[in-house]
Structures are given as C-alpha cells and as structure tokens.
T-cell receptor, first 110, second 114 residues
Framework: GQQVMQIPQYQHVQEGEDFTTYCNSS?????IQWYKQRPGGHPVFLIQ?????EVKKQKRLTFQFGEAKKNSSLHITATQTTDVGTYFC??????????FGSGTKLNVKP | DAEITQSPRHKITETGRQVTLACHQT?????MFWYRQDLGHGLRLIHY???????NKGEVSDGYSVSRSNTEDLPLTLESAASSQTSVYFC?????????????FGPGTRLLVL
C-alpha cells in the first residue's frame, strides 16, 4: 500500500493567498524530498529534509519535517501564477528508494 | 551539460506486444529508477538499479523488466503490454552516497496500449 499520504489533492487559490500541502507517513522516515511538476512537465527537485524538526526556506517556500519524522509540509506565502503545478513529497525509509505522495495540484487564479 | 533522456516520447502499441522504453543519462549516476505516473496515484516505483548488473523490483513491478549493462542506460521492457499499462513513464537518476541525493527526472514517455 501507499507509504506516504498527501493532502489535499487539489487546491485553488487567488493570487496572493497562501498555500499549504501536507504529507504523512505511518512509519518513521529517514528523509523526505519535495518536487514540483509543471503541467506537461517532469518532476523537479525542490529540497530535501533529513533532521527531526528541520525547517528550510526558499524565498516564499517553507518546508518543515516533523519532530517524529513522520510528517512534512510545504507552505507557499503569497502565491503567484508561476507557482502553478503539482507538488509531490517523497519519503524514504532508509535513504534509498522513495515513496511518492499522490501530489497536490495547485491552481492560482490571477 | 549532463542530462537524462527518454525515448520514445510517445508510443502507441497493441495489447500483447513487447515494448521497450529507453532511458539514457550522462550524469554518470550509479542509481537509476523507473516510475509510472497515473492520475490519483502520483509516481509509483517500477524497478530501480544501484549500479551495473544490479536491478531491484519496486512496488509495481509485475509485467515489467529492466537490465543494467552499463552506467548510462536502464531500458524498461513491457513483456506483453496490457491496457492497464497505459501511463506516463518517468526515468530518474541520482548519485550514490550515504544519503540519497536528488533524483533528476527525464522528460517522460507517454504510452498508450490499445
């Protein structure tokens, strides 16, 4: 069965609003990665989190790894139309193969 | 510049035919992966390899096979194509190390099985 659950499946926001997607695992992860896939494109790596409670920022994007290393979130502040796409988390159990979440499709209305 | 390519980009085949999808990377990465992407399922791992002559089954490996005869290539073969294998297939590669590095994805192959 699916190791990593991701919600919501879809999110429609007005440009300038914030956006958050969440990932949860039933087992402790060794690390988690986040990817963005533009419509018609391929997944592109955004960031990797390894440490318990880790928080990383990339401009308007904030990534968090839970204290128990079972959940993670991606928060985008003040969305822009360039943020449109599907965001995937991918968790690993022992630093090798990854289990991808089903993705959150973000649509931003100008 | 290093890259990862897939061919063909689009393929239409008939049920029961054998199909091979090519993946070639010039990153000199040891790790290579094949995923399929279907609506509502995200990316699911089919097969993966950590080096030449090494292959491993992923979570949806039935009906697929791979071989790794060199560092650059990991072809994916559908032994007898089925309509359930209609999907978008992505190849990815990553460097080896103590902690898994980022995966670089190819552009994908859209496969339609009629």
């Amino acid at each position: 069965g699916q190791q990593v659950m991701q919600i919501p499946q879809y999110q429609h926001v007005q440009e300038g609003e914030d956006f958050t997607t969440y990932c949860n695992s039933s087992t402790t992860l060794s690390n988690i990665q986040w990817y963005k896939q533009r419509p018609g494109g391929h997944p592109v790596f955004l960031i990797q989190l390894v440490k318990s409670g880790e928080v990383k920022k990339q401009k308007r994007l904030t990534f968090q790894f839970g204290e128990a290393k079972k959940n993670s979130s991606l928060h985008i502040t003040a969305t822009q139309t360039t943020d449109v796409g599907t965001y995937f988390c991918a968790g690993s159990l022992n630093f090798n193969k990854f289990y991808f979440g089903s993705g959150t499709k973000l649509n931003v209305k100008p | 510049d290093a890259e990862i390519t897939q061919s063909p980009r689009h393929k239409i085949t008939e049920t029961g035919r054998q199909v091979t999808l090519a993946c070639h990377q010039t990153w000199n990465h040891n790790n290579m992966f094949w995923y399929r992407q279907d609506l509502g399922h995200g990316l699911r791992l089919i097969h993966y390899s950590y080096g030449v002559q090494d292959t491993n089954k992923g979570e949806v490996s039935d009906g697929y096979s791979v071989s790794r005869s060199n560092t650059e290539d990991l072809p994916l073969t559908l032994e007898s194509a089925a309509s359930s294998q209609t999907s978008v297939y992505f190849c990815a590669s990553s460097d080896s190390g103590v902690q898994q590095e980022t995966q670089y994805f190819g552009p994908g192959t859209r496969l339609l099985v009629l």
